[in-house]
């Protein structure tokens, strides 16, 4: 860990010209994941401006007609059990709460969970060849040990993943990400927020140099009644996803009129193929209906030696966490399978 | 929450630990956080390559950074006599000879030590250094080198292949497990204090400080008097602190090299590879039953990984060799050496590998055979003598462990057939096994000061790692001298203090035991010898003759001939009695044969439709002879039933095959089991002594919680799906796929 300077921003201002004038200048928000990085020697910044004083983006807010502000700077805890959650977005509840630990929780934020770096072994290797951590050195999962790697939207420069729990829920109800960066503000739909490695790895995501995540919308759907996640892992708690599954159904009677359905440890984003939720519209909500959903976002899906499993995870995941979608009251804590 | 629903009931807390309040409110000082005035710090920085030699080092930009005070590295170091030449350094048996040599023998062998006047200053100057190599070949895939290594006989055969070969019942199969590492929650730590030119002081984290002063002695050459070692609080141990690891005389060499104190504390990925691990390995068993279900013949194969260094052997095949009758066994065995660093005993070393196969060997000739699985073991179990040396077990109650487990579990609702028992996509399963340790007892000494209120302290320089061995001694001293509990305080983990064996091996309360016993009769003998002077009756007493209080002492029953301590002090001109007694083990150990031996019992869940497991409940039901604490005790046994559920269904440290580096080694990459792992976890003890193996007829707990606990649960698998899975950790892509 190299000697930085530290500096407080007062607001969204003052953190830009920070970033303006540092360009090696990093943010941190709770720190989980950039001190980690830092003390592994994957990052060095020289100049660190801590947002966590910025005013205005510590609150949830109700936005007229319908919809829900996150602020970038509630923590993940606080979003999981506030009451607007837990009533209006409980599948954004659960999902957060399947992730990480409750200390780890206490001090992660809204913002800060978006922008985890992936876990691939390798990235975290200094001394190994990775695209992602240094580009043009190669990828050392591919041929590695890549039992936690992608299966789908891979790349031969990269199959790394994703490895947010909050963020497959998010994706599942379509937030919007609000933006504040040198040129103003922006927002950007979920779906396009994280992106595939292609041949640039190293970039997780659409943002830009210096840009700051104000906070996440919720729009007004908020599949209250219909919804579940699944995540599945080597361990019962504090493990990171094998494959996880953000399920919310809108239902009349047991016919499906709208579906969403996001997957997590698979790709290097939440998973989603539009097609495969409107497969789903007018179907009886059924294991069958659900396997043609899994068979349609599993399309293309790509095995490497230790991650083939993935493929049918993946899909008995899915139908599994369709059904468990229709009874929330009966699932289980802890985001496992019920029944 | 539903995970809190089964609250167990709590009646009469048990009694807590002697050192519990200085535990919890932080009084009580791990190694690394004692302070020595003028401390600097140290930081290691490893090897980037697997196999080769350094060509050069590059250390000066880490020189550039403020607060560095010295680099030590192979070309610049402080003479450490011991290791002055490659002859000494063999001679030394210090295993890796740390910074003394230009071979790389692993990733992350350190090659430079960063000494600086704070932990940050040295952290960042180790992340500056860099070397050049010759990279040779670097050989770690276990799976592809294990075959070529031959085996070689392990024990003496009995009877012979020929005799069985026909078997009407047979199960042959290959069984593998993962590296495990034992991450104890506290770091590896020393701080190294040269308070003269030959005089050295250590607070260390280690199971044994004695081992930690005559390893020193040896290789600076200077008396082992000379060497005072503090390790009075140890945060865990499970086997990585039986041996000096070489970040202890990387320490060392530190303080002498800029002649101050020095702390070095390992990271945590330095936890995973420079204090040993549970060697990965290879078995294959075939074992045979007559029709009847007796077991006729057994041949357990074993290859595990070592380093190109040196060789660590596990011992995995002898637990072959004594829980069942069976006339012919024959055991093998061969370590691999890789280009990873040495690996050592891990809770139940060896035993808890071997039982894993022969266990799952055992439940698989069960179905077979068509024989309840606790019928055919009480059917085979070798209760009354040892198979392998035919002695008679001094006491051995293998039997009643497991007719008390099945009734705990409620083993009868067990339907005989597998994949039977279904709760939605949930399928149920029960599973058994067994555990056996040979249980042993080395030579201790033990102390007690005597204050004039009756107060007393027991000492000794053994180590509590967290099995309560401070708590059993107190208990142990109460009951030899009927001092009330709060009279008595407990000091160990000092090697000026009486020495005393490691902890560790199950050996610890056995051989502690007979030290304190034998150093309470020594103060009853004193007492009586002053008090002689007073009343005639105490002339040539014996220590039996003796009865002692909280006040003062008595002849034969309480009360007759009392004289209080306060007269006998006075009388005497005494400010102190003190004492010091030596035991070990005798001609019991000619006579008979001595084990601990637990059963242990599962109920699984597993989802078949995404491979989860849920361990509903384990049952555990061990004999460790007389039980001294029981709190302490069950503690030991759920502890490592925990980490038989890590063994069983995650611990894993995967090792990237073609840059020899360790995969995921902190604590989010490498799994164990947290809470929401283990179940309810049902603790049971036999508690009848052992009279012989030593005054407590305590035989030890540590290591037969975790012993066949793998299997049980495997074996619960199979029942609850009809999978017989081989291969540890039971992930859940493993049920998906098998
Ligand atoms: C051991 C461990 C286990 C974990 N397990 C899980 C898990 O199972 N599931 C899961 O989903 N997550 C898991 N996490 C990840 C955790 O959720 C993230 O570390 C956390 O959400 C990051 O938030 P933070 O506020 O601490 O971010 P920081 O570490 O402060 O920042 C992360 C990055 O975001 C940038 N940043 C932060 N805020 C902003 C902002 N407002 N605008 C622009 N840039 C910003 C920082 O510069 C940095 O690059 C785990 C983490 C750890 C350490």
Same mark, same amino acid.
């Given at each position: 860990?190299?000697?930085?300077?530290?500096?407080?921003?007062?607001?969204?201002?003052?953190?830009?010209?920070?970033?303006?004038?540092?360009?090696?200048?990093?943010?941190?928000?709770?720190?989980?994941?950039?001190?980690?990085?830092?003390?592994?020697?994957?990052?060095?910044?020289?100049?660190?401006?801590?947002?966590?004083?910025?005013?205005?983006?510590?609150?949830?807010?109700?936005?007229?007609?319908?919809?829900?502000?996150?602020?970038?700077?509630?923590?993940?805890?606080?979003?999981?059990?506030?009451?607007?959650?837990?009533?209006?977005?409980?599948?954004?509840?659960?999902?957060?709460?399947?992730?990480? &630990?409750?200390?780890?929780?206490?001090?992660?934020?809204?913002?800060?969970?978006?922008?985890?770096?992936?876990?691939?072994?390798?990235?975290?290797?200094?001394?190994?060849?990775?695209?992602?951590?240094?580009?043009?050195?190669?990828?050392?999962?591919?041929?590695?040990?890549?039992?936690?790697?992608?299966?789908?939207?891979?790349?031969?420069?990269?199959?790394?993943?994703?490895?947010?729990?909050?963020?497959?829920?998010?994706?599942?109800?379509?937030?919007?990400?609000?933006?504040?960066?040198?040129?103003?503000?922006?927002?950007?739909?979920?779906?396009?927020?994280?992106?595939?490695?292609?041949?640039?790895? %190293?970039?997780?995501?659409?943002?830009?140099?210096?840009?700051?995540?104000? &906070?996440?919308?919720?729009?007004?759907?908020?599949?209250?009644?219909?919804?579940?996640?699944?995540?599945?892992?080597?361990?019962?708690?504090?493990?990171?996803?094998?494959? &996880?599954?953000?399920?919310?159904?809108?239902?009349?009677?047991?016919?499906?009129?709208?579906?969403?359905?996001?997957?997590?440890?698979?790709?290097?984003?939440?998973?989603?193929?539009?097609?495969? %939720?409107?497969?789903?519209?007018?179907?009886?909500?059924?294991?069958?209906?659900?396997?043609?959903?899994?068979?349609?976002?599993?399309?293309?899906?790509?095995?490497?030696?230790?991650?083939?499993?993935?493929?049918?995870?993946?899909?008995?995941?899915?139908?599994?966490?369709?059904?468990?979608?229709?009874?929330?009251?009966?699932?289980?804590?802890?985001?496992?399978?019920?029944? | 929450?539903?995970?809190?629903?089964?609250?167990?009931?709590?009646?009469?807390?048990?009694?807590?630990?002697?050192?519990?309040?200085?535990?919890?409110?932080?009084? !009580?000082?791990?190694?690394?956080?004692?302070?020595?005035?003028?401390?600097?710090?140290?930081?290691?920085?490893?090897?980037?390559?697997?196999?080769?030699?350094?060509?050069?080092?590059?250390?000066?930009?880490?020189?550039?950074?403020?607060?560095?005070?010295?680099?030590?590295?192979?070309?610049?170091?402080?003479?450490?006599?011991?290791?002055?030449?490659?002859?000494?350094?063999?001679?030394?048996?210090?295993?890796?000879?740390?910074?003394?040599?230009?071979?790389?023998?692993?990733?992350?062998?350190?090659?430079?030590?960063?000494?600086?006047?704070?932990?940050?200053?040295?952290?960042?100057?180790?992340?500056?250094?860099?070397?050049?190599?010759?990279?040779?070949?670097?050989?770690?895939?276990?799976?592809?080198?294990?075959?070529?290594?031959? $085996?070689?006989?392990?024990?003496?055969?009995?009877?012979?292949?020929?005799?069985?070969?026909?078997?009407?019942?047979?199960?042959?199969?290959?069984?593998?497990?993962?590296?495990?590492?034992?991450?104890?929650?506290?770091?590896?730590?020393?701080?190294?204090?040269?308070?003269?030119?030959?005089? $050295?002081?250590?607070?260390?984290?280690?199971?044994?400080?004695?081992?930690?002063?005559?390893?020193?002695?040896?290789?600076?050459?200077?008396?082992?008097?000379?060497?005072?070692?503090?390790?009075?609080?140890?945060? !865990?141990?499970?086997?990585?602190?039986?041996?000096?690891?070489?970040?202890?005389?990387?320490?060392?060499?530190?303080?002498?090299?800029?002649?101050?104190?020095?702390?070095?504390?390992?990271?945590?990925?330095?936890?995973?590879?420079?204090?040993?691990?549970?060697?990965?390995?290879?078995?294959?068993?075939?074992?045979?039953?007559?029709?009847?279900?007796?077991?006729?013949?057994?041949?357990?194969?074993?290859?595990?990984?070592?380093?190109?260094?040196?060789?660590?052997?596990?011992?995995?095949?002898?637990?072959?060799?004594?829980?069942?009758?069976?006339?012919?066994?024959?055991?093998?065995?061969?370590?691999?050496?890789?280009?990873?660093?040495?690996?050592?005993?891990?809770?139940?070393?060896?035993?808890?590998?071997?039982?894993?196969?022969?266990?799952?060997?055992?439940?698989?000739?069960?179905?077979?055979?068509?024989?309840?699985?606790?019928?055919?073991?009480?059917?085979?179990?070798?209760?009354?003598?040892?198979?392998?040396?035919?002695?008679?077990?001094?006491?051995?109650?293998?039997?009643?462990?497991?007719?008390?487990?099945?009734?705990?579990?409620?083993?009868?609702?067990?339907? @005989?057939?597998?994949?039977? +028992?279904?709760?939605?996509?949930?399928?149920?399963?029960?599973?058994?096994?067994?555990?056996?340790?040979?249980?042993?007892?080395?030579?201790?000494?033990?102390?007690?000061?005597?204050?004039?209120?009756?107060?007393?302290?027991?000492?000794?320089?053994?180590?509590?790692?967290?099995?309560?061995?401070?708590?059993?001694?107190?208990?142990?001293?109460?009951?030899?001298?009927?001092?009330?509990?709060?009279?008595?305080?407990?000091?160990?983990?000092?090697?000026?203090?009486?020495?005393?064996?490691?902890?560790?091996?199950?050996?610890?309360?056995?051989?502690?035991? !007979?030290?304190?016993?034998?150093?309470?009769?020594?103060?009853?003998?004193?007492?009586?010898?002053?008090?002689?002077?007073?009343?005639?009756?105490?002339?040539?007493?014996?220590?039996?003759?003796?009865? $002692?209080? +909280?006040?003062?002492?008595?002849?034969?029953?309480?009360?007759?001939?009392?004289?209080?301590?306060?007269?006998?002090?006075?009388?005497?001109?005494?400010?102190?009695?003190?004492?010091?007694?030596?035991?070990? @083990?005798?001609?019991? =150990?000619?006579?008979?044969?001595?084990?601990?031996?637990?059963?242990?019992?599962?109920?699984?869940?597993?989802?078949?439709?995404?491979?989860?497991?849920?361990?509903?409940?384990?049952?555990?039901?061990?004999?460790?002879?007389?039980?001294?604490?029981?709190?302490?005790?069950?503690?030991?046994?759920?502890?490592?039933?925990?980490?038989?559920?890590?063994?069983?269904?995650?611990?894993?440290?995967?090792?990237?095959?073609?840059?020899?580096?360790?995969?995921?080694?902190?604590?989010?990459?490498?799994?164990?089991?947290?809470?929401?792992?283990?179940?309810?976890?049902?603790?049971?003890?036999?508690?009848?002594?052992?009279?012989?193996?030593?005054?407590?007829?305590?035989?030890?707990?540590?290591?037969?919680?975790?012993?066949?606990?793998?299997?049980?649960?495997?074996?619960?698998?199979?029942?609850?799906?009809?999978?017989?899975? =081989?291969?540890?950790?039971?992930?859940?892509?493993?049920?998906?796929?098998?």
């Amino acid at each position: 860990m190299n000697n930085f300077t530290y500096t407080t921003a007062g607001s969204i201002t003052a953190a830009l010209q920070h970033t303006k004038r540092h360009p090696q200048a990093m943010y941190i928000a709770g720190g989980t994941n950039l001190l980690d990085l830092w003390k592994y020697n994957l990052l060095h910044p020289q100049t660190l401006v801590d947002l966590n004083g910025v005013p205005g983006y510590h609150t949830i807010e109700a936005k007229e007609g319908g919809g829900l502000q996150l602020g970038a700077l509630v923590t993940n805890a606080a979003t999981a059990y506030h009451p607007l959650i837990e009533q209006r977005y409980p599948l954004l509840s659960k999902a957060i709460l399947a992730g990480a &630990s409750a200390q780890i929780r206490n001090m992660a934020t809204n913002g800060g969970n978006l922008l985890q770096r992936t876990r691939c072994y390798y990235y975290y290797d200094g001394d190994v060849p990775c695209n992602k951590r240094e580009p043009g050195t190669g990828c050392s999962a591919i041929k590695g040990y890549n039992r936690i790697h992608a299966i789908l939207g891979a790349s031969e420069h990269c199959i790394a993943v994703f490895p947010s729990d909050m963020c497959v829920a998010l994706a599942a109800l379509e937030a919007v990400v609000q933006i504040t960066g040198q040129q103003g503000k922006r927002s950007i739909p979920f779906a396009d927020f994280h992106r595939l490695p292609g041949n640039a790895p %190293e970039k997780d995501n659409a943002l830009q140099a210096g840009d700051i995540i104000t &906070s996440i919308d919720l729009p007004a759907k908020e599949f209250a009644h219909h919804y579940s996640y699944l995540k599945l892992r080597d361990r019962h708690s504090y493990a990171f996803a094998l494959v &996880s599954v953000a399920t919310a159904l809108e239902l009349e009677g047991n016919e499906i009129k709208e579906a969403r359905i996001a997957l997590g440890g698979v790709a290097h984003k939440p998973w989603r193929i539009p097609e495969a %939720e409107q497969l789903l519209q007018g179907k009886p909500a059924t294991a069958e209906s659900f396997a043609q959903a899994a068979d349609k976002l599993l399309e293309g899906a790509q095995g490497y030696p230790h991650n083939q499993f993935k493929i049918e995870l993946a899909k008995k995941a899915i139908i599994r966490n369709g059904l468990m979608a229709l009874h929330p009251e009966t699932q289980l804590p802890g985001a496992q399978p019920s029944a | 929450m539903r995970f809190f629903e089964n609250q167990p009931a709590v009646t009469n807390a048990p009694e807590g630990r002697v050192e519990g309040v200085a535990k919890v409110t932080g009084s !009580g000082k791990y190694a690394a956080e004692y302070h020595a005035g003028n401390m600097c710090y140290a930081v290691m920085a490893g090897s980037t390559i697997a196999s080769g030699t350094i060509k050069s080092i590059h250390t000066t930009d880490a020189r550039q950074v403020a607060g560095v005070l010295d680099i030590i590295t192979h070309t610049r170091k402080p003479l450490v006599p011991g290791m002055a030449d490659a002859a000494k350094i063999k001679e030394s048996r210090f295993g890796l000879p740390v910074f003394h040599t230009d071979n790389i023998y692993f990733k992350g062998q350190p090659i430079a030590l960063v000494i600086a006047e704070t932990l940050e200053d040295a952290t960042y100057a180790a992340s500056l250094i860099s070397a050049e190599y010759t990279t040779t070949e670097a050989k770690v895939d276990f799976d592809k080198a294990h075959a070529a290594v031959p $085996l070689n006989a392990a024990g003496k055969e009995r009877g012979s292949a020929d005799a069985w070969r026909d078997a009407p019942y047979q199960s042959e199969a290959e069984y593998t497990i993962e590296h495990e590492v034992h991450n104890p929650m506290e770091m590896h730590a020393t701080i190294a204090h040269w308070e003269g030119p030959d005089k $050295l002081k250590l607070y260390d984290k280690n199971q044994g400080v004695n081992n930690v002063q005559r390893t020193f002695a040896r290789l600076w050459n200077i008396p082992a008097d000379n060497i005072e070692v503090f390790s009075e609080f140890v945060g !865990g141990g499970f086997g990585s602190g039986l041996r000096v690891w070489p970040h202890c005389l990387a320490a060392i060499m530190a303080a002498k090299q800029v002649n101050r104190p020095v702390k070095l504390v390992l990271t945590r990925p330095q936890m995973f590879l420079l204090t040993g691990y549970r060697p990965k390995s290879w078995q294959k068993v075939r074992m045979g039953a007559d029709a009847g279900g007796r077991f006729t013949g057994l041949l357990h194969q074993a290859r595990h990984s070592t380093s190109v260094y040196e060789s660590f052997n596990d011992g995995i095949t002898r637990i072959s060799r004594m829980v069942y009758n069976i006339s012919n066994v024959k055991t093998e065995q061969a370590t691999v050496p890789l280009n990873m660093s040495t690996p050592t005993w891990m809770r139940g070393p060896g035993d808890c590998s071997g039982a894993f196969a022969v266990e799952c060997t055992v439940d698989e000739l069960s179905y077979q055979l068509k024989q309840d699985p606790v019928a055919l073991r009480l059917k085979n179990l070798a209760i009354t003598h040892d198979p392998e040396s035919g002695k008679p077990w001094s006491t051995h109650y293998l039997n009643e462990c497991i007719e008390k487990g099945a009734a705990l579990i409620n083993w009868q609702q067990r339907k @005989p057939l597998p994949g039977q +028992d279904k709760e939605g996509d949930w399928a149920i399963g029960y599973g058994m096994a067994t555990g056996m340790w040979n249980a042993g007892r080395g030579n201790a000494s033990a102390g007690i000061t005597m204050q004039r209120d009756g107060a007393i302290t027991v000492k000794t320089a053994m180590t509590d790692i967290g099995t309560g061995t401070g708590t059993g001694i107190q208990n142990i001293a109460h009951e030899q001298t009927g001092i009330a509990k709060n009279k008595i305080k407990i000091e160990l983990g000092n090697s000026h203090l009486p020495p005393a064996p490691s902890q560790g091996g199950s050996t610890g309360l056995s051989t502690i035991s !007979g030290a304190v016993a034998a150093t309470c009769n020594a103060l009853k003998q004193k007492l009586a010898g002053y008090a002689a002077a007073q009343d005639d009756t105490y002339k040539n007493a014996q220590a039996a003759d003796i009865v $002692l209080s +909280d006040t003062g002492i008595s002849w034969q029953t309480a009360g007759n001939h009392f004289i209080a301590y306060t007269s006998l002090f006075e009388k005497n001109n005494l400010t102190t009695v003190e004492v010091e007694a030596s035991s070990g @083990p005798g001609a019991e =150990r000619q006579q008979y044969a001595f084990c601990s031996s637990a059963a242990h019992f599962c109920r699984v869940k597993v989802h078949t439709k995404t491979g989860k497991v849920k361990i509903d409940k384990m049952v555990t039901v061990a004999d460790g002879g007389s039980i001294v604490n029981e709190k302490a005790a069950a503690n030991q046994i759920s502890g490592a039933v925990v980490g038989g559920i890590g063994m069983a269904l995650m611990e894993e440290q995967a090792t990237d095959q073609r840059y020899g580096s360790l995969i995921g080694n902190d604590l989010a990459g490498y799994h164990f089991a947290v809470n929401a792992d283990a179940p309810v976890i049902e603790v049971a003890f036999i508690n009848k002594p052992d009279k012989n193996i030593n005054p407590s007829g305590a035989k030890g707990l540590g290591e037969v919680g975790i012993i066949g606990c793998a299997a049980a649960i495997v074996n619960a698998i199979y029942h609850a799906t009809g999978k017989r899975l =081989r291969s540890l950790p039971v992930t859940p892509d493993k049920i998906l796929l098998g």
